[in-house]
């Protein structure tokens, strides 16, 4: 089974995308969000440790049960020592719950699953899936997008903006794409990119026939053998110097490459 992680910003079109795929190709969909709101519902341990960790004059609704997630929202994005420890709470519960539905999912016998995660490159996930969906728009259309989107109450654009500033640049998790989806046109245009993107993974799962992953279902050591070559390819894709560098990582290893270039280019002259 594949396993694809969709990622991107806050109001890039994970969620559009995701409809896309569950409605006209009838792929699963784990999301992130939705597993984040249910980790700290009311009765769950997760609950409990917000309440008291921020307080229930400040994060609990006048019903006396509800969180105020926009409160929360407002306290964790604005001071990132309580975001860090918001995410501490949540995010060990969401993937213990995203593994869970993953098995549910190979148990049934699907091709593919996608993994909508906000928050994929930021939490180290991109390791553990086989492709790495971005979705991507510029930062003034992203602002534009999430304040032009209904919600209850909505953002203001200081709200927006913290968000924004809370999460890898866009342009990072550029780097980490095995596909990128350029959200900037239509919805039609949005479409057309998914539809290919979805032909490509069907390719490489054997086609129409769905051969390859049928096999690794019925032959459950051939499908591992598959998972951990598939999972070495994600990492060494992103260990490739060009990406290393397009995302500033400037350890020895790739400063050695770039002088290396460098001497090449300038006929071996010495640096
Ligand atoms: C702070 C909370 C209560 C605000 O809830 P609210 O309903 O207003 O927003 P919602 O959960 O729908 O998130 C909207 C978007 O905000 C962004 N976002 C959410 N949490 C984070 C975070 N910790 N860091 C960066 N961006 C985040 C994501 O792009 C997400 O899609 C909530 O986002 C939360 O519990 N966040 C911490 C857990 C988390 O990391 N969730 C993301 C998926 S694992
Ligand atoms: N191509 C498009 N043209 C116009 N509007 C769009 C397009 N794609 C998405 N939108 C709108 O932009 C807003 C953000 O999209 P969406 O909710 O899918 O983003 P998201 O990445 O899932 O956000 P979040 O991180 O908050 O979950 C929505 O109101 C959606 O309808």
Redesign the pocket.
Same mark, same amino acid.
Request: glycine share 18%; no cysteine.
């Given at each position: 089974m594949l396993v694809i992680g969709l990622t991107?910003?806050?109001?890039?079109?994970?969620?559009? =995308?995701?409809?896309l795929l569950s409605t006209k190709h009838n792929l699963p969909i784990i999301d992130a969000?939705v597993l984040a709101r249910d980790v700290i519902a009311p009765g769950t341990s997760g609950y409990d440790l917000v309440v008291k960790h921020f307080g229930a004059d400040r994060v609990v609704m006048s019903d006396g049960v509800s969180l105020d997630r926009a409160a929360i929202g407002d306290i964790v994005f604005k001071d990132p020592e309580e975001r860090k420890w918001i995410n501490g709470v949540v995010h060990p519960r969401v993937r213990k719950a995203m593994v869970q539905q993953i098995l549910k999912y190979w148990i049934r016998g699907e091709w593919a699953v996608v993994l909508?995660v906000?928050l994929l490159i930021e939490a180290g996930l991109w390791k553990w899936v086989g492709e790495i969906v971005v979705?991507y =728009?510029s930062e003034k259309l992203q602002l534009q997008?999430?304040l032009?989107?209904?919600s209850n109450p909505p953002l203001t654009e200081e709200q927006a903006k913290a968000r924004m500033a809370s999460q890898m640049p866009l342009a990072t998790k550029l780097t980490y794409a095995t596909s990128v989806l350029d959200?900037?046109?239509?919805?039609a245009?949005?479409e057309v990119q998914v539809d290919r993107a979805v032909a490509k993974w069907k390719d490489g799962q054997g086609g129409s026939s769905g051969w390859w992953w049928r096999l690794c279902w019925l032959v459950p050591p051939v499908g591992l053998a598959a998972a951990w070559i598939c999972l070495l390819r994600t990492w060494w894709r992103s260990r490739q110097p060009a990406r290393r560098r397009s995302r500033g990582e400037t350890d020895g290893r790739g400063e050695r490459i770039e002088m290396s270039d460098l001497r090449k280019r300038k006929g071996g002259a010495r640096l």
């Open positions: 991107g910003g806050i109001g890039t079109g994970k969620s559009t =995308v995701s409809r969000d909508d906000p979705v =728009v997008r999430i032009d989107r209904p959200n900037s046109g239509t919805l245009d949005l």
